[in-house]
């Protein structure tokens, strides 16, 4: 019987996040397959710690640092071939004007193209919303790093695809 409430209590507690977790995972590896396998791992990892969480409300963070983990110890086991960003086509679901797919492929390949330092903080943010303190406590940086690189990814942004910064703010 106490397996069967650890199982609701997990389901509970992680249930809602899976589609999240996917969209993050697929956001890291561009890849379905390998996206799932990470979501996959982190589950199984979320399951053996659940006891060890403390703070429920913490649940989504502390999800999308052990899949920030489980993709690094991807690249701790194998070297993975080297694909060239500007080969890869991300299906866009929207039927927009071509020359709005041609920004939005140019920002794309801009963000892309930034320090992993810059991207990473910046797609939790636009991507995923999460709040600087949530980035912060994901990325295990202070509040003022994550402003910092925040500010910068977009100020690099702004400055590759010549527009004002302030075009590409997105309230956090």
């Known amino acids: 019987m106490k397996s069967n409430s650890r199982q609701k209590r997990f389901e509970t507690l992680?249930?809602?996040y899976t589609d999240d977790l996917y969209r993050f995972g697929y956001w890291l590896c561009r890849d379905p397959s390998v996206a799932e396998d990470l979501v996959q791992e982190t589950l199984l990892r979320a399951w053996r710690s659940m006891d060890k969480l403390r703070d429920s409300g913490a649940v989504k963070a502390w999800l999308i640092t052990t899949l920030r983990r489980e993709n690094a110890r991807r690249f701790e086991r194998k070297r993975l071939d080297l694909v060239d960003i500007d080969d890869y086509?991300?299906?866009?679901?929207?039927?927009?004007?071509?020359?709005?797919?041609?920004?939005?492929?140019?920002?794309?390949?801009?963000?892309?193209?930034?320090a992993a330092e810059y991207r990473e903080?910046?797609?939790l943010q636009v991507l995923m919303g999460h709040s600087i303190t949530e980035i912060a406590h994901m990325l295990e940086l202070s509040e003022s790093a994550v402003m910092t690189r925040l500010f910068r990814a977009r100020h690099q942004l702004a400055k590759r695809l010549e527009q004002?910064?302030?075009?590409?703010?997105v309230a956090g």
């Open 14 to 16: 992680v249930g809602a």
């Open 89 to 114: 086509q991300v299906p866009d679901a929207g039927g927009h004007a071509p020359d709005h797919d041609l920004l939005l492929d140019q920002v794309r390949g801009e963000l892309m193209s930034l």
């Open 121 to 123: 903080p910046l797609a």
């Open 164 to 169: 004002p910064a302030a075009a590409l703010a």
